[in-house]
DNA sequence: AGCCAGGAAAGCG
DNA sequence: CGCTTTCATGGC
């Protein structure tokens, strides 16, 4: 376990790094060493793996960094107990992986990632998120491997639509650079974003940026500002809840409505209830590779 | 208010 | 190997 670089290991409790880093929340950590994984957060590179239930190993040095990254201080307990008490399917999502968190990304990688992220599946992402990394962002030699950087909004801004176009995005180039500019030439602040106390607010504020809906600026509201009751509705989670809770049941339910349900049933940590519901219906019943044909079963 | 373009790759037969 | 499916947003 030694000899690639100085490791701290941190005491866990209910905590499961690869749920956490596999389920949708971000798109760039690679498999290194030992069971480990190596990405970074921020400019800050990071090696990350859990040799045993009860610890994480880390870089040293970035203790404090992955802890707040991996929502290591979110209290479960009061989580899991403000739950709504007769959610049977909530609750067995639950227990299919209790170790999972949900990750504090810096704002701005996680905006930029989850513009890239529309109309696509995961392993799309990831390749996104990893061509943009490797093209453009600064790189950091770690355990005898290259990590890169999300790219910052200015070199972003500066390499221009086309460029990132060869990234692999499509059209979504077009929002991901206008986006960029925007924060560039400080049209727009994440900062002063951060300190909107107003959910809808900053919900509204989110959306202004072009190719940034209601879906995604839930997910950059949950995964990258920490707010812990949005809850993001794609069709995954429109199909989970249609199928197992009465109040939204039937195909002709609107999005809308949906998502009314949701952010009443489960709280304020709705958030958290949705990426339960999220990773067990993707990953609960296939064991992997498929995206899960699971129409027209209950 | 509902319809549809748009991009790339995974999954299927 | 080629055909189908997957996906959220915005603009009409």
């Given at each position: 376990m030694k000899g690639i670089g100085a490791t701290a290991r941190i005491a866990v409790e209910d905590f499961d790094l690869e749920a956490t880093l596999h389920s949708g929340q971000v798109f760039h950590w690679e498999p290194h060493g030992e069971g480990g994984f190596i990405g970074t957060v921020g400019s800050i590179p990071l090696w990350l793996a859990q040799p045993e239930r009860d610890a994480l190993e880390v870089t040293a040095g970035g203790e404090a960094v992955a802890k707040a990254y991996l929502g290591l201080g979110d209290d479960m307990r009061e989580i899991w107990g403000s739950f709504p008490g007769e959610d049977e399917t909530l609750r067995r999502a639950v227990a299919f992986s209790p170790g999972l968190r949900i990750v504090r990304q810096p704002a701005w990688e996680c905006l930029a990632t989850f513009i890239t992220s529309s109309l696509k599946q995961v392993a799309h992402i990831r390749q996104i998120s990893l061509a943009l990394r490797r093209r453009f962002g600064e790189r950091h030699l770690l355990r005898g491997r290259d990590v890169h950087e999300y790219p910052a909004?200015?070199?972003?801004?500066?390499?221009?639509?086309?460029?990132?176009?060869?990234?692999?995005?499509?059209?979504?180039?077009?929002?991901?650079?206008?986006?960029?500019?925007?924060?560039?030439?400080?049209?727009?602040?994440?900062?002063?974003?951060?300190?909107?106390?107003?959910?809808?607010?900053?919900?509204?504020?989110?959306?202004?940026?072009?190719?940034?809906?209601d879906k995604i600026a839930n997910c950059v509201m949950l995964f990258g500002f920490g707010r812990l009751n949005s809850f993001p509705v794609d069709v995954w989670m429109s199909r989970v809840l249609r199928r197992n809770y009465s109040a939204?049941?039937?195909?002709?339910?609107?999005?809308?409505?949906?998502?009314?349900?949701?952010?009443?049933?489960?709280?304020?940590?709705?958030?958290?209830?949705?990426?339960?519901?999220?990773?067990?219906?993707?990953?609960?019943?296939?064991?992997?590779?498929?995206?899960?044909?699971?129409?027209?079963?209950?």
């Open positions: 909004p200015e070199t972003l801004a500066a390499a221009g639509e086309t460029a990132l176009r060869e990234c692999g995005m499509g059209y979504r180039a077009k929002s991901l650079h206008r986006a960029a500019l925007r924060l560039a030439q400080g049209e727009a602040s994440l900062e002063d974003l951060a300190g909107l106390e107003s959910n809808a607010e900053l919900h509204e504020a989110l959306c202004r940026f072009h190719g940034v809906g939204v049941a039937g195909e002709k339910t609107t999005p809308s409505r949906v998502q009314e349900f949701a952010d009443d049933h489960f709280g304020p940590y709705g958030g958290y209830a949705q990426q339960y519901l999220f990773h067990h219906a993707r990953c609960g019943r296939e064991p992997k590779g498929s995206d899960g044909r699971v129409e027209g079963r209950v």
